[in-house]
């Protein structure tokens, strides 16, 4: 892995300068044990407690917020002109929409596992709906690339321009019901439940994965749920930077490494957060005795830098290694942290030539 020369620093960024001029806390490395653990901080612009998080593998597009709001209290107002998705990770209540005037505000209310996206710069109020239990949310932005451009935080929100064909007001507009997509398989406005999403099976991704592409809001940014079965991990691939993968349900860990670099290793559980760095290599390894759930929040942005196909194998132009291509120790890794676990391998043998 390339390191700067020994006596060599980075500037910080103009994100990474509003970030430590805000005062939240800043979370940094490849993975994140539990994002309903992370320590967090003031901040006066919510309201509440909250740190940010931005991993190796952000590359300066997508970043996460970690917010908790108090049993019995609501976040301020806020609305910005970055995009974001947010998990629902602990609690329940509701959020208010509205785009000029309060008094016409669309409400939603949600509980833990509910996914949904605030439209682009419509305002909005986080309200813990138990007088007793926290809320905790993880939203993921882009606000890391947002600043980086503007260079100005008042721009990002205080700018009041409605993007109407984005927000109409109407009271069903967070309706939960999948829509075909020019952008992901599916479009939605609201997600109840990740947990209770049908997905789709995609063998060519690996044995045991299923999957469902997912654009909310209209916005950028999408994502996809994902699962796999006990006893299998996904094919290796590689693609663009600042995907934030959450773990939802299971256990397991995930590998990833530069082009002739060392590879990191990322143990997970529910609550778990990774996000591979742009062009590393990488799979994720179900070691637990259920499937594994996973949602993964992309920037988006299609066109935005080098192509990839992670979806495609390597032998016919792509970036996915077929299994017989991936390094021989990640299939000897992952058959030793099975028989710890008393599990058995649920894929077929390796025949390298």
Known sequence: MSRLPMGESR?????????EREGMPLVGGYG????????????????????????????????ALVVEVPPGVETRPIHHLYEEQILILEGRGLTQFWAEDKRQAVTLEWKAGSLFSPPLNVSYQMYNSSGSEPVRFVAVNNAPMMINIFRNADVLFNTPYHFSDRFDGRE???????????????????IPDVYAVPLVSHEERGRGYSRLGINLSGNAMNGHIGSFEVGTYKKVHRHHGGAQVIILGGQGFSVMWPRDGDIVR??????????????????????????????????GFRG????????????????????EDEPPELRRMYEVELAKAGIEVNMAPIQRP
Request: hydrophobic share 30%; glycine share 10%; aromatic share 14%.
């Open 11 to 19: 500037r910080p960024t103009p994100y990474e300068t509003w970030i």
């Open 304 to 323: 935005l830098g080098p192509a990839w196909y992670p979806s495609v194998s390597t032998r016919v132009g792509g970036h996915q290694l077929e299994y």
């Open 172 to 190: 069903n507009y967070f309706d939960s019901t999948f829509r075909d997509s020019e952008e992901e398989d599916k479009a939605v406005n609201f």
């Open 266 to 299: 990322v143990d997970w559980r529910a609550g778990s957060m990774l996000v591979p760095p742009e062009g590393w290599y990488h799979t994720h390894c179900n070691t637990g005795p259920e499937p594994a759930r996973v949602l993964a929040l992309r920037r």
């Open 32 to 63: 994140v044990e539990d994002l309903r653990t992370v320590p967090l901080g003031w901040w006066e612009r919510l309201g509440c407690p909250a740190a940010y998080v931005h991993l190796e593998g952000g590359n300066g597009y997508v970043g």
